[in-house]
């Protein structure tokens, strides 16, 4: 089965410092790759997406992931991190078929 | 246009009750999937709903059921309430159903609170 993997429960940045939250899949064949964000007491918004062709994809906020193939991963970047940007961040994993998959969550908090 | 909006935003609730949640999605979205968010098991899939049927389930005992009305509207109904299911619970809505096309993406709710005590 397809599953997920957010290494980091907790990261704490200073506000300015760049930020890199990882995500690792395990699947067969290259799956759908989502970053979502969670504000305390909201739903899921979407940061961005991995379909296919460019293994570079940029998003809403400033934050940008990288596929990487032969690592099976996904990472989401910021260069300089805003404190607003202090949430829950979710990995997710879709393929034909599949129900959706999502990671355990990355806390981020950030620091003045 | 109109985001997914579910009502109630928080619910309380005693065991062996049972509950009716509401999902609207977005204008045109045929698809509504449901998820429960625990600190412990974190994001689950419960079922998808396309078309008024039931197109997957996720591992949920029977007590967790949903439905779909013409207009695209969802209903998630949990009876016989025990503790375990304090939850958020969160509804999202695509176009298509999840998973059928490298061009569907899911649109999530700010979901409902429900506390069983």
């Known amino acids: 089965a397809q599953s997920v993997t957010q290494p980091d429960i907790h990261i704490t940045v200073s506000e300015g410092a760049s930020l890199e939250l990882r995500c690792n899949y395990s699947y067969g064949a290259t799956p759908y790759l989502f970053w979502y964000v969670q504000s305390p007491g909201q739903g899921l918004q979407l940061l961005l997406k991995?379909?296919?062709?460019?293994?570079l994809v940029q998003g809403i906020k400033g934050f940008e992931a990288e596929f990487k193939r032969s690592q099976s991963s996904f990472n989401l970047r910021k260069p300089s991190v805003h404190w607003s940007d202090a949430a829950e961040y979710f990995c997710?994993?879709?393929?034909?078929?599949?129900?959706?998959?999502f990671g355990p969550g990355t806390r981020l908090s950030v620091l003045p | 246009k109109a985001g997914v909006t579910q009502t109630p935003r928080y619910l309380i609730k005693t065991r062996g009750q049972q509950v009716t949640l509401s999902c609207s999605p977005i204008?045109?979205?045929?698809?509504v999937s449901w998820y429960q968010q625990t600190p412990g098991q974190g994001l689950q899939f419960l079922f998808e709903?396309?078309?008024?049927?039931?197109?997957n389930k996720g591992n949920f005992p029977g007590r967790f059921s949903g439905r779909q009305f013409s207009n695209s509207r969802s209903e998630m109904n949990v009876s016989t309430l025990e503790l375990g299911d304090s939850a958020l619970y969160l509804c999202?809505?695509?176009?298509?159903?999840?998973?059928?096309?490298?061009?569907?993406?899911?649109?999530f709710g700010a979901g409902t609170r429900l506390s069983v005590l």
């Open positions: 991995y379909f296919s062709g460019d293994t």
């Open positions: 204008s045109g979205h045929r698809s």
């Open positions: 997710a994993v879709g393929h034909y078929g599949q129900n959706f998959v």
């Open positions: 999202a809505s695509s176009l298509a159903r999840i998973n059928r096309s490298a061009k569907n993406i899911q649109y």
């Open positions: 709903y396309f078309s008024e049927t039931q197109r």
